[in-house]
């Protein structure tokens, strides 16, 4: 029975075929730090993609900008606690600015 290795990595180009040509039986699993970081900047891309179809003025436009932490957040980690919102001009709960 052929024991599998595993590898943690960075997720530099440069990294996985060199890996591959030193160990070439060995699974690559990349570093949670990276694989977080990359979903992190894909989502604020997207974010601001969204964001830029909207007037600078309308609702939608400074809700995804001003609020993009909530957007960012667990859901199931958002505060319960009301706050007043410039954006929308009242008081809301931080899952109600996400819904």
């Given at each position: 029975?052929?024991?599998?290795?595993?590898?943690?990595?960075?997720?530099?180009?440069?990294?996985?075929?060199?890996?591959?040509?030193?160990?070439?039986?060995?699974?690559?699993?990349?570093?949670?730090?990276?694989?977080?970081?990359?979903?992190?900047?894909?989502?604020?891309?997207?974010?601001?993609?969204?964001?830029?179809?909207?007037?600078?003025?309308?609702?939608?436009?400074?809700?995804l900008k001003?609020?993009?932490?909530?957007?960012?957040?667990?859901?199931?980690?958002?505060?319960?606690?009301?706050?007043?919102?410039?954006?929308?001009?009242?008081?809301?709960?931080?899952?109600?600015?996400?819904?």
């Amino acid at each position: 029975r052929q024991q599998v290795q595993f590898i943690t990595m960075d997720m530099s180009g440069a990294y996985i075929p060199l890996a591959r040509k030193l160990f070439p039986n060995a699974k690559i699993v990349l570093d949670r730090f990276h694989i977080i970081q990359h979903l992190g900047r894909a989502f604020l891309k997207t974010r601001i993609a969204i964001m830029n179809q909207f007037d600078k003025k309308s609702l939608s436009y400074r809700a995804l900008k001003n609020h993009w932490r909530l957007f960012q957040k667990d859901s199931r980690k958002l505060s319960l606690n009301s706050f007043y919102s410039k954006t929308f001009r009242q008081t809301l709960a931080p899952h109600e600015v996400v819904a």
